[in-house]
């Protein structure tokens, strides 16, 4: 079964710092390249970072560049996402998938709730 299992969310004071982790089950993650997606209460899922599978280049939203960095354990299959310096907006659901977005439709899963808040 294929599956991808997000974890490490949680309540950070603005300024903090969490780690995400996105393990993968079915599939090797080291096929495909993963990205780190989100959706806050009201709002549209955005992309927040993307890692390749060919030689490990990460792109980052404008809004997170400079402080989130993508990471991935192809030992481990998972796929990582460091947040620094966390603001009340990065506040949201975070979500891992495939970039390929054909694929990833059918592999939503249930995310991890991340809150930014004093």
């Known amino acids: 079964q294929v599956q991808l299992v997000e974890s490490g969310g949680g309540l950070v004071q603005p300024g903090g710092s969490l780690r995400l982790s996105c393990a993968a089950s079915?599939?090797?993650?080291?096929?495909?390249?993963i990205g780190w997606f989100r959706q806050a209460p009201g709002k549209e899922r955005e992309g927040v970072s993307c890692?390749?599978?060919?030689?490990?280049?990460?792109a980052y939203a404008d809004s997170v560049k400079g402080r989130f960095i993508i990471s991935r354990d192809n030992v481990k299959n998972t796929v990582y996402l460091e947040m620094n310096s966390l603001k009340p907006e990065d506040t949201a659901v975070y979500y891992c998938?495939?970039?390929?977005?054909?694929?990833?439709?059918?592999?939503w899963g249930q995310g991890t709730q991340v809150t930014v808040s004093s």
């Open positions: 079915g599939f090797y993650l080291d096929d495909y390249a």
């Open positions: 890692i390749s599978n060919s030689d490990g280049s990460a």
């Open positions: 998938n495939v970039a390929n977005q054909v694929i990833a439709r059918n592999y």
